[in-house]
């Protein structure tokens, strides 16, 4: 090639190299706009969250009460803030809404972004109860077009995505038993008294279950599936002075002839955080942030046939599964995926409608527990329903709490 042709050759190379890296600039420069509704411990933290990416600009925020914006100092001062859902709605100029407030608006709101237009980003859990949860995704199900996700932020864990590759590739073998020992989420009265809608029916619409344990109920079924069997006791207030449940322990009975166990505590210090996964081919367990997997040398299946001795079991060998280092923090990971999903049409790593799946092992749980007997999924989500409306119309009101008392929240929005 002669010289000439060689240069001129380059030159083409190098702008269209320079022109792709242009295009990839934009495209990575193109924000999408956000607003919050709801600023109190998590919105606020997600209002710093969305603030420090450059793929990210909040540009309205909403609460019932003024006062929740001081929180965010200075900061609040760049954004629009409304009191009013349908004005932060109309008038709030932003592409996604975050909803962030108490339980029992997720769906109510959430609607009314889908209606309006706006791309969804919701706090776990999607909602209460499964029948309202059903309320949101029926509306989600009118709008294809816009990306509709929950903040179901454990998904992103290293370990947990290692847990869920070696179960679906088969790894294990057939998995047999399932234990989940989930006793450290510690709470204080104190904790409980920050807010009068807090550990109420009223205002929560639930306790532990509900509060602390979203997502390992939406991890549960996430790795091995629903059951269709649940029996459940749960004590209510027996750690604390609270009308929801502290404490819960649950066994679960599985389509393929799986079992698990399911016990979750606010009232246990130090409490503990152990998941064991009993399969064919052995044992793992999660714990401490560590993985273990003790690898049979033969399916355990095989060798209760085939041996010829009566005590002994199969070799195996103890195996560290390595976890790789977390990138970013969960919820920034959710946060970025959720605008891929916007940008770029990504996969998002928590749909929206894949959360009523946790949620109604949850309720499962709390329904045996009030009827003091198994029963089977899915849920009858018009007694759940009907049960917890009578909770809720007997529910107590906190009065003289340390702190802020939030009890005309159920008047907002």
Request: hydrophobic share 40%; net charge neutral; with cysteine.
């Amino acid at each position: 090639m002669a010289l000439e042709n060689q240069v001129s050759f380059r030159k083409r190379g190098m702008f269209h190299v320079a022109k792709l890296r242009k295009k990839n600039e934009k495209r990575f420069m193109k924000k999408v706009l956000f607003g919050i509704i709801g600023i109190g411990n998590m919105g606020s933290s997600h209002f710093q969250r969305l603030c420090g990416l450059p793929e990210a600009e909040v540009v309205a925020l909403c609460d019932c009460d003024p006062s929740a914006f001081e929180r965010l100092g200075a900061a609040r001062e760049q954004v629009t803030c409304f009191t009013d859902c349908d004005r932060f709605l109309a008038e709030g100029g932003m592409d996604a809404v975050l909803v962030a407030t108490p339980h029992y608006f997720h769906p109510e709101l959430g609607i009314k972004a889908l209606a309006a237009g706006k791309h969804l980003l919701v706090e776990k859990p999607i909602a209460v109860h499964k029948k309202d949860a059903e309320r949101l995704l029926e509306a989600s199900r009118q709008h294809p077009e816009l990306k509709k996700s929950l903040m179901l932020n454990q998904r992103t864990l290293p370990a947990h995505r290692k847990i869920k590759e070696m179960i679906d590739s088969g790894q294990l073998g057939n998995l047999r038993r399932i234990s989940w020992t989930i006793t450290d989420w510690f709470r204080t009265q104190t904790y409980y008294d920050s807010g009068d809608w807090r550990a109420s029916w009223r205002g929560e619409g639930g306790g532990v279950l509900l509060n602390q344990c979203p997502h390992q109920l939406d991890l549960m079924q996430w790795f091995f599936g629903l059951p269709n069997r649940v029996r459940a006791s749960a004590s209510f207030g027996k750690f604390h002075d609270i009308e929801v449940e502290d404490e819960v322990n649950a066994f679960l009975e599985y389509p393929n002839g799986l079992t698990g166990n399911f016990i979750a505590s606010t009232g246990e210090a130090p409490g503990i955080n152990r998941l064991e996964i009993a399969a064919d081919r052995g044992l793992m367990v999660f714990e401490k942030g560590i993985l273990t997997f003790w690898r049979n040398e033969e399916l355990t299946s095989e060798f209760i046939k085939n041996s010829k001795t009566s005590f002994h079991k199969p070799c195996c060998w103890q195996c560290n599964i390595p976890i790789a280092e977390t990138e970013e923090a969960q919820h920034t990971a959710i946060c970025k995926n959720f605008i891929a999903a916007i940008v770029d049409n990504a996969d998002l790593i928590a749909p929206l409608e894949e959360g009523i799946r946790g949620l109604e092992l949850g309720n499962a749980m709390l329904l045996s527990a009030w009827r003091n007997e198994t029963v089977q999924l899915p849920i009858d989500t018009e007694d759940f329903e009907e049960r917890l409306n009578r909770l809720v119309a007997t529910s107590r009101y906190r009065k003289n709490l340390k702190t802020a008392d939030n009890s005309n929240f159920n008047q907002s929005f």
